[in-house]
């Protein structure tokens, strides 16, 4: 289960917002974003950074389908 702020990452890198957009959205540091995507990753046990971006563009395309 992700927390709130990492659902907000996962769902802005599901909508193609670069890292250091993300960072000046939520008012945090590109390290800290980059700290919430390995979060991510580890909790839903995805290898790599595409495997994140993938996962995270069919979440937000099943939300918008809702």
Same mark, same amino acid.
């Given at each position: 289960?992700?927390? /709130?702020?990492?659902?907000?990452?996962?769902?802005?890198?599901?909508?193609?917002? $670069?890292?250091?957009?993300?960072?000046?959205?939520?008012?945090?540091?590109? @390290?800290?974003?980059?700290?919430?995507?390995?979060?991510?990753? /580890? @909790?839903?046990?995805?290898?790599?950074?595409?495997?994140?971006?993938?996962? $995270? *563009?069919?979440? *937000?395309?099943?939300?918008?389908?809702?």
């Amino acid at each position: 289960v992700l927390s /709130d702020r990492e659902l907000e990452v996962f769902e802005l890198t599901g909508r193609g917002v $670069a890292t250091r957009e993300i960072a000046e959205r939520l008012h945090l540091s590109v @390290k800290t974003v980059e700290s919430y995507r390995a979060r991510i990753k /580890d @909790k839903l046990s995805l290898k790599s950074a595409a495997e994140l971006m993938q996962r $995270a *563009v069919q979440w *937000v395309e099943s939300e918008s389908a809702e």
